[in-house]
Each structure stands twice: as structure tokens, then as C-alpha cells.
């Protein structure tokens, strides 16, 4: 089966680090995926993981262990503008399967 | 970049009744376009996967009679939603994937549509 599991909420404040965790287990691994949601919108692209290691974007940095099913998404010099839910999604064959997504909160 | 469009971005419309939503990637080909579903405050759930000119693949637990996908081009697909009760309001989200003008691993997405079901 699949099983993608993240916290459900959590929050920091502005200027600070935060990292964002996700476990998964599924029945086949082809990349892993981490998209940002603002309420209402749909989810932006923000990482793509698919060998173990650390992926730096600008302000965002995605990490990936194959071998563990684990990934995580580190946000720093965080802004107001960060508050949102954060999805990880893995690329079973074709499909994107979402994990049950991450709700941040930044505080001033 | 790749942009997927989603028509229309919201409806209203009575319980029994149908509603069609287009999906269509602009400037890329979309080889396979996927349908989700997205509950307030919970994460996106794959509701069927359709290839240019052949039948959706439905997740188990989707009505595929209630869920009419057609994926006619490479750059348009649509699903309807047949017999509407209140319980499908939902946000319905499509994503597009490969082809010429998209990269070969991501997966772009259209805005939503927000369906209310009165």
C-alpha cells in the first residue's frame, strides 16, 4: 500500500529555519516531489528528488534517503510569505501520490 | 514556463445535475494528465490518470460512471461530473506531464476549480 505521512501542523517565526518532514512507504519509488499550497490555489513546484542528497533551491533545500523512505524540506530565512501547506508527493509509476501535507504557520 | 489552465475556476450548481471541467496545457503537449481531489484542509487525492486517446485509469473507490474523463487531444482533457450530490464539492485539481515544451519529470498544475454542489 502507500503511506506517505507528514506532521500536520506546525510553526516558526520569521527569520528562523524550519524543516519539514515526510516518511513514505509505497509500492514504487521514480522521484520525489515537494510542492507549496497556498489556500484555494493550486500547488507550486518547489523541489525534485530522485537520488539521495541534498537539493539547495535559494531559500529552500530538499533532502532525500532512499534506503530510510525519508525526506525533508528545509525553509530558512523564513518570511510571512511562507505561511502555507507544504505537500510531499512521490512519483509511484506515473502518478504523483501526495502525502497528507504540512500546514506552516510564520509568525512575525 | 509550462501553464495548465482549468475551466471553469468556479461553479455552483444544483443537486442531479452535471458540470464539465476542461483542463488544457497551453504550451506543452501533455502526454498523461491526471485528476485530483482536494477536501478543505486535507491533501490532494488522485482521483484517475488518462493518456491522450485511451481510457482514464481510476483509483480504486472512483466511480468511473460518475466521473466521465476524456483526454481527446494532448493538450485537453475534461471530466464531468455526472448525477452531482453535495458531497462532491470539492476542489478539483488537474495536472499535466510531458511531452515537447514540459520537462520530462514535473508535473504542472492547473489552478483548481471549486465545485459547490447546492
Known amino acids: 500500500g502507500q503511506n506517505i505521512d507528514q506532521p500536520t501542523e506546525m510553526t516558526a517565526t520569521e527569520g528562523a529555519i524550519v524543516q519539514i518532514n515526510c516518511t513514505y512507504q509505497t509500492s514504487g519509488f521514480n522521484g520525489l516531489f515537494w510542492y507549496q499550497q497556498h489556500a484555494g490555489e493550486a500547488p507550486t513546484f518547489l523541489s525534485y528528488?530522485?537520488?539521495?542528497g541534498l537539493e539547495e533551491k535559494g531559500r529552500f533545500s530538499s533532502f532525500l534517503s532512499r534506503s530510510k523512505g525519508y525526506s525533508y524540506l528545509l525553509l530558512k530565512e523564513l518570511q510571512m510569505k511562507d505561511s502555507a501547506s507544504y505537500l510531499c508527493?512521490?512519483?509511484?509509476?506515473?502518478?504523483?501520490?501526495f502525502g497528507t501535507g504540512t500546514r506552516l504557520q510564520v509568525f512575525p | 514556463g509550462a501553464v495548465v489552465s482549468q475551466h471553469p475556476s468556479w461553479v455552483i450548481c444544483k443537486s442531479g445535475t452535471s458540470v464539465k471541467i476542461e483542463c488544457r496545457s497551453l504550451?506543452?503537449?501533455?502526454?498523461?494528465m491526471f485528476w485530483y481531489r482536494q477536501f478543505p484542509k486535507q491533501s490532494l487525492m488522485l482521483m484517475a490518470t488518462?493518456?491522450?486517446?485511451?481510457?482514464?485509469?481510476?483509483e480504486q473507490g472512483v466511480e468511473k460512471d460518475k466521473f466521465l474523463i476524456n483526454h481527446a487531444s494532448l493538450t485537453l482533457s475534461t471530466l464531468t461530473v455526472t448525477s452531482a450530490h453535495p458531497e462532491d464539492s470539492s476542489f478539483y485539481i488537474c495536472?499535466?506531464?510531458?511531452?515537447?515544451?514540459?520537462?520530462?519529470?514535473?508535473?504542472?498544475f492547473g489552478p483548481g476549480t471549486r465545485l459547490t454542489v447546492t
Open positions: 528528488n530522485v537520488l539521495d
Open positions: 508527493a512521490v512519483r509511484e509509476r506515473r502518478e504523483l501520490i
Open positions: 488518462s493518456n491522450e486517446g485511451s481510457k482514464a485509469t481510476y
Open positions: 504550451d506543452f503537449q501533455a502526454t498523461t
Open positions: 495536472s499535466a506531464r510531458g511531452g515537447a515544451g514540459g520537462s520530462s519529470y514535473e508535473q504542472y
